[in-house]
């Protein structure tokens, strides 16, 4: 086993240096690139981007940041990440980039309409991954993508400064749940280190992602949670939440992303499941405790299947 994980180490060096190496011959060739998150990012994804979006610019690359989102608009808890005057909706990207480079994006689905590039590369964290991309560097074992980035970032000689490191930070404390997930380890703590050290408000941003609501988020999370339905023999703790709900409470869609969190400290499930109106469309938002595959729970529970909305 240990072979294994050594081997498995040293793909992923090589595939980050084969990465790095796209990055700089683009930036010699003077091409343009294109950084995507996936549709509708969360802190990791975006702010992988613009982490990223960042680093190349302070080398003179020619770039653009870019999502899948309609509206196209970043979620008001990301707000305060800088660099978004790099955004561009993907309906105003006419020409073939020269590079596009997919961050914390498990499969070409999740960039919607998205364009792809001369050359493709992912950089992700995710298992279940499909490596759809001419370049794939993914690491199962980051914490989050924006950790990897860090090391993009090193590889290109570009120092960590305060808007770099916040958008990593953003990124680390998304997918480690400010540190109380499994993912937490003691690289992971050490880099978070690093990034505090550069002077950034970590209390600042953790109060943005998590602790700023309007008064309708507490009203419709009580509403929310008190039609939620617990199911033993799939493990499961699930509710919904009818666009209607959210008209009522005068919420936006992003808004209601951080129920699902609550939902899963139910001690009685390892998955939570939240299905979300948006339009005419259903979502499902799937979360594990850990000792659970969310992933292979979500379909053999038949939840999304049921007829909307269920019966009180």
Known sequence: MGRAMSDARDLVAGDRAAVVAALTAALDAGDDILLVAHVNPDGDSLGSALALALALRTLGCRLRVSFDAEPFAVLRTLHFLAGQELLVDPVTITTRPGLVVCLDTASRSRLARITSGSMVV???????????????????????????????????????DADLAAAIYTGLVTDTGSFRFAATTPAVHRLAARLLATGIRHDLISRALWDTHRFGYLKLLGEVLGCARLEPEHDLAWTWCAQADLRNAGLDYDEIEGFIDTLRTASEAEVALICKQEGDVWKVSVRSRGASTSVRCAPASGVAATAWPPAS
């Open 122 to 160: 992912v950089v992700d964290h995710h298992a279940s991954n499909t490596r759809f991309s001419d370049l794939n560097l993914v690491d199962s074992e980051a914490a989050s993508t924006s950790a990897m980035v860090v090391d993009l970032i090193d590889a290109l000689g570009v120092a960590l």
